[in-house]
Protein backbone atom coordinates (compact mmCIF):
# COMPACT_ATOMS: atom_id res chain seq x y z
CA UNK A 1 0.00 0.00 0.00
CA UNK A 2 3.10 2.37 0.05
CA UNK A 3 2.97 2.88 -3.74
CA UNK A 4 -0.37 3.42 -5.79
CA UNK A 5 0.51 1.55 -9.10
CA UNK A 6 -2.41 2.54 -11.82
CA UNK A 7 -3.87 -0.34 -13.56
CA UNK A 8 -3.98 0.19 -17.48
CA UNK A 9 -6.56 -2.86 -18.92
CA UNK A 10 -7.36 -2.55 -22.50
CA UNK A 11 -10.11 -4.71 -24.17
CA UNK A 12 -11.21 -3.79 -27.21
CA UNK A 13 -14.93 -5.14 -28.35
CA UNK A 14 -14.72 -9.09 -28.89
CA UNK A 15 -16.71 -11.60 -29.65
CA UNK A 16 -14.79 -13.83 -26.97
CA UNK A 17 -16.57 -14.53 -23.17
CA UNK A 18 -13.55 -15.60 -21.36
CA UNK A 19 -10.04 -14.03 -21.27
CA UNK A 20 -7.19 -16.30 -19.98
CA UNK A 21 -4.39 -13.84 -18.74
CA UNK A 22 -0.59 -15.67 -19.10
CA UNK A 23 2.66 -14.26 -17.92
CA UNK A 24 4.87 -14.45 -14.67
CA UNK A 25 3.56 -14.62 -10.87
CA UNK A 26 5.26 -11.07 -10.79
CA UNK A 27 3.53 -9.82 -13.45
CA UNK A 28 0.00 -8.50 -11.79
CA UNK A 29 -1.99 -10.98 -13.28
CA UNK A 30 -3.59 -11.51 -9.51
CA UNK A 31 -4.01 -7.39 -9.46
CA UNK A 32 -5.61 -7.29 -12.88
CA UNK A 33 -8.29 -10.41 -11.90
CA UNK A 34 -9.39 -8.72 -9.04
CA UNK A 35 -9.29 -5.35 -10.09
CA UNK A 36 -11.89 -6.45 -12.49
CA UNK A 37 -13.61 -8.25 -10.10
CA UNK A 38 -13.74 -5.08 -7.72
CA UNK A 39 -14.80 -2.96 -10.77
CA UNK A 40 -17.58 -5.02 -11.52
CA UNK A 41 -19.06 -5.21 -7.90
CA UNK A 42 -18.62 -1.73 -7.20
CA UNK A 43 -20.73 -0.87 -10.83
CA UNK A 44 -23.40 -3.17 -9.28
CA UNK A 45 -23.40 -2.19 -5.70
CA UNK A 46 -24.04 1.97 -7.59
CA UNK A 47 -20.65 3.38 -6.97
CA UNK A 48 -18.76 5.08 -9.34
CA UNK A 49 -16.45 2.94 -11.32
CA UNK A 50 -12.67 4.90 -12.15
CA UNK A 51 -12.87 3.78 -15.70
CA UNK A 52 -12.69 5.50 -19.09
CA UNK A 53 -15.67 7.15 -20.15
CA UNK A 54 -16.18 5.09 -22.93
CA UNK A 55 -16.26 1.99 -21.32
CA UNK A 56 -18.82 -0.89 -21.30
CA UNK A 57 -19.94 -2.88 -18.59
CA UNK A 58 -22.41 -6.54 -18.69
CA UNK A 59 -24.40 -6.61 -15.78
CA UNK A 60 -24.71 -10.01 -13.87
CA UNK A 61 -26.75 -12.25 -11.78
CA UNK A 62 -23.93 -14.25 -10.51
CA UNK A 63 -20.72 -13.86 -9.65
CA UNK A 64 -18.09 -17.42 -8.93
CA UNK A 65 -14.33 -16.36 -7.32
CA UNK A 66 -12.05 -18.75 -6.84
CA UNK A 67 -8.82 -17.09 -5.44
CA UNK A 68 -6.00 -17.84 -3.08
CA UNK A 69 -5.46 -21.27 -1.27
CA UNK A 70 -8.00 -22.41 0.98
CA UNK A 71 -6.70 -25.68 2.15
CA UNK A 72 -8.08 -26.87 5.30
CA UNK A 73 -6.82 -29.69 7.35
CA UNK A 74 -9.54 -29.96 9.57
CA UNK A 75 -11.58 -30.45 6.46
CA UNK A 76 -9.17 -32.48 4.33
CA UNK A 77 -8.74 -30.17 2.04
CA UNK A 78 -5.47 -29.25 0.03
CA UNK A 79 -5.18 -26.64 -2.52
CA UNK A 80 -5.93 -28.86 -5.67
CA UNK A 81 -9.24 -30.36 -3.71
CA UNK A 82 -10.32 -26.76 -2.54
CA UNK A 83 -10.04 -25.92 -6.24
CA UNK A 84 -11.86 -28.52 -8.12
CA UNK A 85 -14.78 -27.86 -4.97
CA UNK A 86 -14.90 -24.31 -6.29
CA UNK A 87 -14.98 -25.46 -9.89
CA UNK A 88 -17.83 -27.93 -9.26
CA UNK A 89 -19.90 -25.36 -7.97
CA UNK A 90 -19.12 -23.41 -10.43
CA UNK A 91 -20.55 -25.85 -13.25
CA UNK A 92 -23.42 -26.55 -11.88
CA UNK A 93 -24.92 -23.44 -11.55
CA UNK A 94 -23.43 -21.22 -14.36
CA UNK A 95 -25.06 -19.81 -16.95
CA UNK A 96 -25.16 -16.79 -19.51
CA UNK A 97 -25.88 -14.32 -16.76
CA UNK A 98 -22.50 -15.21 -14.79
CA UNK A 99 -19.24 -13.97 -13.96
CA UNK A 100 -16.21 -15.93 -13.01
CA UNK A 101 -12.72 -15.17 -11.71
CA UNK A 102 -10.07 -17.87 -11.14
CA UNK A 103 -6.62 -17.59 -10.55
CA UNK A 104 -4.19 -20.32 -11.42
CA UNK A 105 -6.50 -22.32 -12.89
CA UNK A 106 -5.48 -25.89 -12.55
CA UNK A 107 -2.73 -25.23 -10.22
CA UNK A 108 -1.88 -27.79 -7.17
CA UNK A 109 -1.19 -30.66 -8.52
CA UNK A 110 1.00 -32.22 -11.70
CA UNK A 111 0.99 -29.79 -14.36
CA UNK A 112 0.27 -32.34 -16.85
CA UNK A 113 -3.34 -33.86 -14.81
CA UNK A 114 -3.67 -30.28 -14.16
CA UNK A 115 -3.63 -28.44 -17.13
CA UNK A 116 -5.80 -31.38 -18.79
CA UNK A 117 -8.28 -30.55 -16.04
CA UNK A 118 -8.31 -27.12 -16.18
CA UNK A 119 -8.80 -27.20 -20.43
CA UNK A 120 -12.11 -29.74 -19.50
CA UNK A 121 -13.31 -27.11 -17.11
CA UNK A 122 -12.50 -24.38 -19.97
CA UNK A 123 -14.72 -26.48 -22.11
CA UNK A 124 -17.92 -26.44 -20.27
CA UNK A 125 -17.53 -22.64 -19.13
CA UNK A 126 -17.61 -21.76 -22.39
CA UNK A 127 -20.54 -24.15 -23.49
CA UNK A 128 -22.89 -22.81 -20.29
CA UNK A 129 -22.41 -19.34 -21.71
CA UNK A 130 -20.86 -17.50 -19.23
CA UNK A 131 -18.28 -14.60 -18.97
CA UNK A 132 -15.27 -14.92 -16.70
CA UNK A 133 -11.24 -14.37 -16.29
CA UNK A 134 -8.64 -16.89 -15.61
CA UNK A 135 -5.03 -16.53 -14.92
CA UNK A 136 -2.32 -19.73 -15.72
CA UNK A 137 0.90 -20.64 -16.36
CA UNK A 138 -0.27 -23.65 -18.37
CA UNK A 139 1.20 -23.54 -21.89
CA UNK A 140 -1.77 -26.07 -22.95
CA UNK A 141 -4.57 -23.30 -21.89
CA UNK A 142 -2.65 -20.76 -24.30
CA UNK A 143 -2.70 -23.41 -27.13
CA UNK A 144 -6.54 -23.87 -26.27
CA UNK A 145 -7.55 -20.42 -26.24
CA UNK A 146 -5.63 -19.88 -30.15
CA UNK A 147 -7.99 -22.66 -31.02
CA UNK A 148 -11.45 -22.05 -29.73
CA UNK A 149 -14.16 -19.17 -30.22
CA UNK A 150 -15.36 -17.35 -27.34
CA UNK A 151 -11.98 -17.51 -25.26
CA UNK A 152 -8.99 -14.83 -25.76
CA UNK A 153 -5.61 -14.89 -24.78
CA UNK A 154 -4.36 -11.87 -22.82
CA UNK A 155 -0.94 -11.10 -21.12
CA UNK A 156 0.42 -8.87 -18.59
CA UNK A 157 2.78 -6.33 -19.58
CA UNK A 158 6.67 -7.09 -18.46
CA UNK A 159 9.47 -5.05 -18.97
CA UNK A 160 12.67 -7.78 -20.03
CA UNK A 161 15.12 -5.39 -19.21
CA UNK A 162 14.25 -4.44 -15.84
CA UNK A 163 12.42 -7.53 -15.18
CA UNK A 164 9.28 -5.98 -13.09
CA UNK A 165 5.43 -5.50 -14.22
CA UNK A 166 4.25 -2.64 -15.63
CA UNK A 167 1.02 -3.46 -14.50
CA UNK A 168 -1.00 -3.07 -18.44
CA UNK A 169 -3.11 -6.17 -20.01
CA UNK A 170 -2.82 -6.99 -23.36
CA UNK A 171 -5.43 -8.52 -25.03
CA UNK A 172 -4.59 -11.12 -28.11
CA UNK A 173 -1.02 -12.71 -27.08
CA UNK A 174 -0.11 -15.05 -24.62
CA UNK A 175 2.23 -13.75 -22.09
CA UNK A 176 6.09 -15.57 -21.18
CA UNK A 177 7.14 -16.70 -17.97
CA UNK A 178 10.52 -15.53 -17.85
CA UNK A 179 11.11 -18.00 -15.32
CA UNK A 180 14.64 -17.92 -16.61
CA UNK A 181 15.67 -14.44 -16.78
CA UNK A 182 13.67 -13.91 -13.47
CA UNK A 183 15.70 -17.08 -11.49
CA UNK A 184 18.98 -15.46 -13.05
CA UNK A 185 17.83 -12.54 -11.87
CA UNK A 186 17.75 -13.86 -8.23
CA UNK A 187 21.27 -15.10 -8.47
CA UNK A 188 20.75 -18.86 -9.79
CA UNK A 189 24.44 -20.03 -11.15
CA UNK A 190 24.52 -19.70 -14.80
CA UNK A 191 24.90 -24.09 -14.79
CA UNK A 192 21.88 -24.44 -13.00
CA UNK A 193 19.86 -22.37 -15.47
CA UNK A 194 21.32 -24.37 -18.11
CA UNK A 195 20.80 -28.09 -16.96
CA UNK A 196 17.42 -26.59 -16.32
CA UNK A 197 17.25 -25.25 -20.03
CA UNK A 198 18.26 -28.29 -21.45
CA UNK A 199 15.34 -30.09 -19.80
CA UNK A 200 12.20 -28.17 -20.72
CA UNK A 201 10.76 -29.11 -24.17
CA UNK A 202 12.08 -27.97 -27.19
CA UNK A 203 8.53 -26.55 -28.45
CA UNK A 204 8.03 -24.66 -25.45
CA UNK A 205 11.37 -23.38 -25.81
CA UNK A 206 10.94 -22.33 -29.18
CA UNK A 207 7.20 -21.05 -28.51
CA UNK A 208 9.14 -18.78 -25.78
CA UNK A 209 11.57 -17.57 -27.50
CA UNK A 210 9.10 -16.54 -30.53
CA UNK A 211 7.01 -14.64 -27.78
CA UNK A 212 10.16 -12.91 -26.35
CA UNK A 213 10.98 -11.83 -30.07
CA UNK A 214 7.23 -10.65 -30.62
CA UNK A 215 7.70 -8.71 -27.05
CA UNK A 216 11.02 -7.03 -28.33
CA UNK A 217 9.60 -6.18 -31.76
CA UNK A 218 6.69 -4.74 -29.91
CA UNK A 219 8.67 -2.13 -28.08
CA UNK A 220 10.48 -1.31 -31.25
CA UNK A 221 7.39 -0.48 -32.71
CA UNK A 222 5.75 1.19 -29.75
CA UNK A 223 8.85 3.30 -29.77
CA UNK A 224 8.43 3.95 -33.62
CA UNK A 225 4.73 5.12 -32.79
CA UNK A 226 5.63 7.33 -29.98
CA UNK A 227 7.94 9.19 -31.84
CA UNK A 228 5.92 9.09 -35.03
CA UNK A 229 3.19 10.46 -32.37
CA UNK A 230 5.29 13.49 -31.43
CA UNK A 231 6.64 14.29 -34.94
CA UNK A 232 2.56 14.25 -35.81
CA UNK A 233 1.96 16.92 -32.95
CA UNK A 234 4.79 18.98 -34.48
CA UNK A 235 3.70 18.41 -37.94
CA UNK A 236 -0.21 19.46 -36.45
CA UNK A 237 1.54 22.49 -34.66
CA UNK A 238 3.01 23.60 -38.11
CA UNK A 239 -0.15 22.87 -40.00
CA UNK A 240 -2.16 25.20 -37.53
CA UNK A 241 0.52 27.46 -38.07
CA UNK A 242 0.19 27.70 -41.15
CA UNK A 243 -3.45 27.68 -41.29
CA UNK A 244 -3.56 30.83 -39.41
CA UNK A 245 -0.51 32.51 -41.72
CA UNK A 246 -2.96 31.61 -44.59
CA UNK A 247 -6.14 32.97 -43.08
CA UNK A 248 -4.06 36.22 -42.12
CA UNK A 249 -2.94 36.29 -45.68
CA UNK A 250 -6.39 35.98 -46.96
CA UNK A 251 -7.85 38.70 -45.15
CA UNK A 252 -4.91 40.63 -45.75
CA UNK A 253 -6.01 40.20 -49.56
CA UNK A 254 -9.09 40.90 -48.92
CA UNK A 255 -8.60 44.16 -47.44
CA UNK A 256 -6.07 44.93 -50.02
CA UNK A 257 -8.81 44.13 -52.99
CA UNK A 258 -11.90 45.61 -51.22
CA UNK A 259 -9.48 49.20 -51.01
CA UNK A 260 -8.56 49.15 -54.53
CA UNK A 261 -12.13 48.20 -55.72
CA UNK A 262 -13.39 51.53 -53.53
CA UNK A 263 -10.42 53.58 -55.51
CA UNK A 264 -11.72 51.74 -58.50
CA UNK A 265 -15.13 52.91 -58.19
CA UNK A 266 -14.20 56.42 -56.92
CA UNK A 267 -12.22 57.05 -60.16
CA UNK A 268 -14.65 55.42 -62.18
CA UNK A 269 -17.16 57.36 -61.14
CA UNK A 270 -15.18 60.41 -61.74
CA UNK A 271 -14.68 59.41 -65.39
CA UNK A 272 -18.51 59.13 -65.87
CA UNK A 273 -19.09 62.00 -64.20
CA UNK A 274 -16.38 63.86 -66.90
CA UNK A 275 -18.00 61.58 -69.71
CA UNK A 276 -21.57 62.91 -69.09
CA UNK A 277 -20.32 66.80 -68.67
CA UNK A 278 -18.31 66.53 -71.66
CA UNK A 279 -21.64 64.99 -74.00
CA UNK A 280 -24.04 67.66 -72.03
CA UNK A 281 -21.58 70.38 -73.41
CA UNK A 282 -21.02 68.75 -76.85
CA UNK A 283 -25.20 68.25 -76.83
CA UNK A 284 -24.98 72.18 -75.90
CA UNK A 285 -22.12 73.37 -78.84
CA UNK A 286 -23.33 71.13 -81.68
CA UNK A 287 -23.51 74.68 -83.73
CA UNK A 288 -19.85 75.18 -83.03
CA UNK A 289 -17.67 73.09 -84.88
CA UNK A 290 -14.68 73.77 -83.28
CA UNK A 291 -16.72 73.38 -79.64
CA UNK A 292 -16.99 69.37 -80.38
CA UNK A 293 -13.49 68.84 -81.35
CA UNK A 294 -11.64 70.26 -78.83
CA UNK A 295 -14.11 68.46 -75.83
CA UNK A 296 -13.17 65.26 -78.04
CA UNK A 297 -9.23 65.63 -77.64
CA UNK A 298 -10.19 66.44 -73.89
CA UNK A 299 -12.02 63.26 -73.16
CA UNK A 300 -9.64 61.37 -75.19
CA UNK A 301 -6.68 62.71 -73.02
CA UNK A 302 -8.96 61.97 -70.21
CA UNK A 303 -9.35 58.32 -71.02
CA UNK A 304 -6.92 55.48 -70.00
CA UNK A 305 -5.29 53.64 -73.25
CA UNK A 306 -6.57 50.23 -73.69
CA UNK A 307 -5.07 47.29 -71.38
CA UNK A 308 -2.36 45.25 -73.35
CA UNK A 309 -4.06 42.31 -72.30
CA UNK A 310 -6.84 42.58 -74.20
CA UNK A 311 -7.94 39.54 -76.79
CA UNK A 312 -7.01 40.25 -80.03
CA UNK A 313 -10.41 40.07 -81.42
CA UNK A 314 -11.20 42.62 -79.08
CA UNK A 315 -9.18 45.01 -80.35
CA UNK A 316 -9.26 43.82 -84.18
CA UNK A 317 -5.53 43.11 -84.35
CA UNK A 318 -4.22 39.54 -84.90
CA UNK A 319 -0.87 39.70 -85.61
CA UNK A 320 1.77 41.08 -82.66
CA UNK A 321 5.49 40.97 -84.32
CA UNK A 322 6.94 43.95 -84.25
CA UNK A 323 8.38 45.12 -87.59
CA UNK A 324 11.28 47.29 -86.12
CA UNK A 325 14.25 47.54 -83.64
CA UNK A 326 12.73 49.20 -80.70
CA UNK A 327 15.24 51.88 -79.15
CA UNK A 328 14.57 51.83 -75.20
CA UNK A 329 14.58 54.60 -72.67
CA UNK A 330 15.17 57.80 -75.36
CA UNK A 331 12.60 60.51 -75.82
CA UNK A 332 10.91 60.93 -79.07
CA UNK A 333 11.48 64.06 -80.79
CA UNK A 334 10.36 65.20 -84.19
CA UNK A 335 12.31 63.84 -87.23
CA UNK A 336 11.80 60.28 -85.09
CA UNK A 337 10.63 56.59 -86.64
CA UNK A 338 8.01 55.60 -84.53
CA UNK A 339 5.34 52.47 -84.28
CA UNK A 340 2.28 51.86 -82.86
CA UNK A 341 2.18 49.61 -80.08
CA UNK A 342 0.64 46.58 -80.71
CA UNK A 343 0.58 47.29 -84.33
CA UNK A 344 2.44 47.11 -87.77
CA UNK A 345 1.89 50.96 -88.45
CA UNK A 346 4.98 52.96 -89.00
CA UNK A 347 5.88 56.36 -89.59
CA UNK A 348 7.40 59.58 -88.91
CA UNK A 349 7.08 62.29 -86.08
CA UNK A 350 5.77 65.69 -87.71
CA UNK A 351 4.85 67.71 -84.84
CA UNK A 352 4.56 66.77 -80.90
CA UNK A 353 1.53 68.54 -79.37
CA UNK A 354 1.78 67.89 -75.39
CA UNK A 355 0.92 64.26 -74.81
CA UNK A 356 -0.11 63.70 -78.74
CA UNK A 357 1.93 63.07 -81.48
CA UNK A 358 1.53 63.88 -85.28
CA UNK A 359 2.80 60.91 -87.10
CA UNK A 360 3.40 60.88 -91.43
CA UNK A 361 2.51 57.36 -92.45
CA UNK A 362 2.80 57.26 -95.57
CA UNK A 363 0.78 60.08 -97.32
CA UNK A 364 -1.70 60.31 -94.13
CA UNK A 365 -0.90 61.67 -90.75
CA UNK A 366 -2.33 60.29 -87.80
CA UNK A 367 -2.47 62.22 -84.00
CA UNK A 368 -1.74 59.53 -81.38
CA UNK A 369 -0.90 59.16 -77.76
CA UNK A 370 2.62 59.95 -76.85
CA UNK A 371 2.30 56.54 -74.33
CA UNK A 372 1.45 54.14 -77.55
CA UNK A 373 4.71 55.06 -79.40
CA UNK A 374 7.66 53.26 -79.97
CA UNK A 375 10.50 54.87 -80.80
CA UNK A 376 12.32 52.66 -83.69
CA UNK A 377 15.41 52.77 -85.67
CA UNK A 378 14.41 53.81 -89.42
CA UNK A 379 13.04 50.66 -91.29
CA UNK A 380 14.21 49.39 -94.15
CA UNK A 381 12.91 50.37 -97.85
CA UNK A 382 11.03 52.79 -96.34
CA UNK A 383 12.26 56.57 -97.92
CA UNK A 384 10.99 60.02 -95.49
CA UNK A 385 7.97 58.56 -94.14
CA UNK A 386 6.92 58.21 -98.05
CA UNK A 387 7.23 54.78 -100.71
CA UNK A 388 6.07 51.92 -98.38
CA UNK A 389 3.11 52.84 -96.41
CA UNK A 390 0.66 51.82 -98.73
CA UNK A 391 2.33 47.89 -98.38
CA UNK A 392 2.23 48.89 -94.65
CA UNK A 393 -1.20 49.79 -94.95
CA UNK A 394 -2.65 46.82 -97.47
CA UNK A 395 -0.40 44.43 -94.38
CA UNK A 396 -2.90 46.17 -92.03
CA UNK A 397 -5.57 45.72 -93.75
CA UNK A 398 -4.94 41.81 -94.25
CA UNK A 399 -4.79 41.12 -90.52
CA UNK A 400 -7.54 43.88 -89.48
CA UNK A 401 -10.83 42.69 -88.37
CA UNK A 402 -13.89 44.96 -89.04
CA UNK A 403 -15.71 43.35 -86.43
CA UNK A 404 -15.34 44.69 -82.48
CA UNK A 405 -16.90 43.37 -79.58
CA UNK A 406 -17.18 45.19 -76.35
CA UNK A 407 -20.81 43.73 -75.43
CA UNK A 408 -20.62 43.42 -71.34
CA UNK A 409 -17.87 46.37 -71.32
CA UNK A 410 -18.53 49.61 -69.05
CA UNK A 411 -18.59 52.75 -70.60
CA UNK A 412 -15.27 53.79 -69.59
CA UNK A 413 -13.83 50.60 -70.36
CA UNK A 414 -15.54 50.59 -73.71
CA UNK A 415 -14.84 54.02 -75.19
CA UNK A 416 -10.78 53.23 -75.40
CA UNK A 417 -11.04 50.41 -76.94
CA UNK A 418 -13.30 52.25 -79.22
CA UNK A 419 -10.71 54.78 -80.29
CA UNK A 420 -7.69 52.50 -80.93
CA UNK A 421 -9.97 50.58 -83.02
CA UNK A 422 -11.03 53.48 -85.03
CA UNK A 423 -7.30 54.60 -85.46
CA UNK A 424 -6.35 51.35 -86.64
CA UNK A 425 -9.09 51.43 -89.13
CA UNK A 426 -8.01 54.55 -90.51
CA UNK A 427 -4.35 53.70 -90.70
CA UNK A 428 -5.47 50.34 -92.41
CA UNK A 429 -7.39 52.09 -95.30
CA UNK A 430 -10.82 50.19 -93.75
CA UNK A 431 -13.68 51.89 -94.87
CA UNK A 432 -16.69 50.00 -93.41
CA UNK A 433 -16.80 48.77 -89.54
CA UNK A 434 -19.09 46.49 -87.54
CA UNK A 435 -19.07 47.93 -83.31
CA UNK A 436 -21.16 44.68 -81.57
CA UNK A 437 -22.66 46.80 -78.26
CA UNK A 438 -25.63 44.78 -77.39
CA UNK A 439 -28.81 45.86 -76.64
CA UNK A 440 -29.43 46.07 -73.12
CA UNK A 441 -30.10 49.69 -71.53
CA UNK A 442 -28.94 51.42 -74.43
CA UNK A 443 -26.81 53.41 -72.34
CA UNK A 444 -23.22 51.99 -73.97
CA UNK A 445 -25.11 52.20 -77.53
CA UNK A 446 -25.46 55.73 -77.02
CA UNK A 447 -22.28 56.63 -75.05
CA UNK A 448 -20.06 54.83 -78.03
CA UNK A 449 -22.02 56.66 -80.89
CA UNK A 450 -21.86 60.25 -79.06
CA UNK A 451 -18.05 59.17 -79.26
CA UNK A 452 -18.22 58.47 -82.79
CA UNK A 453 -19.73 61.50 -83.49
CA UNK A 454 -16.54 63.81 -82.55
CA UNK A 455 -14.27 61.74 -84.59
CA UNK A 456 -13.74 63.48 -87.71
CA UNK A 457 -13.37 60.62 -90.07
CA UNK A 458 -16.82 58.62 -89.18
CA UNK A 459 -18.49 59.56 -92.05
CA UNK A 460 -22.05 57.98 -90.39
CA UNK A 461 -23.16 55.49 -87.84
CA UNK A 462 -26.26 53.02 -88.59
CA UNK A 463 -27.94 49.98 -86.77
CA UNK A 464 -27.36 46.65 -88.74
CA UNK A 465 -30.29 45.32 -90.43
CA UNK A 466 -32.47 43.31 -88.14
CA UNK A 467 -31.74 39.91 -89.28
CA UNK A 468 -28.08 41.05 -88.82
CA UNK A 469 -28.50 41.88 -85.02
CA UNK A 470 -30.39 44.89 -85.42
CA UNK A 471 -29.94 47.91 -82.88
CA UNK A 472 -27.20 45.44 -80.75
CA UNK A 473 -24.73 46.74 -83.41
CA UNK A 474 -23.28 49.66 -85.01
CA UNK A 475 -22.50 50.07 -88.59
CA UNK A 476 -20.08 52.76 -88.91
CA UNK A 477 -18.63 54.25 -92.21
CA UNK A 478 -15.51 56.07 -92.77
CA UNK A 479 -14.51 59.00 -94.70
CA UNK A 480 -13.05 57.90 -98.38
Request: net charge negative.
Amino acid sequence: YEQVIPLTVRMEKKDSRIILISGPNAGGKSVSLKTIGLLQLMLQSGLLVPCNEESEFLWFDKLFINIGDEQSIQSDLSTYTSHLANMKVMIQNMDDRSLFLVDEFGSGTDPRFGGAMAEAFLECFLDSGGHGVVTTHYGNLKNFSDSHQGIVNAAMQFNPNTLSPTYQLEIGVPGRSYAFEIARNVGIPEDILERARSKVDWDQLYSEDLLLKLEEQKAELEAVLKEQKQNNSELKHWLNRNKELNQMIIQQETQIISEAHKTAQALIKEANSKIELTIKEIRENQAEREKPKKLRTELREMLPDPPPALPDEVVGAKEKETLSVVIQGEEINIGDWVQVKGSQSVGKVLDIQAKRVVVGIGEMRATVKMARLDKIKKPKNVNNGTGTAASYRISKKAHFSTELHVKGFRVEQALPVVSKFIDDAVVSGVKELRILHGKGTGALRQAIREYLALVPEVNKMTDAPLDAGGEGWTLVSLIS
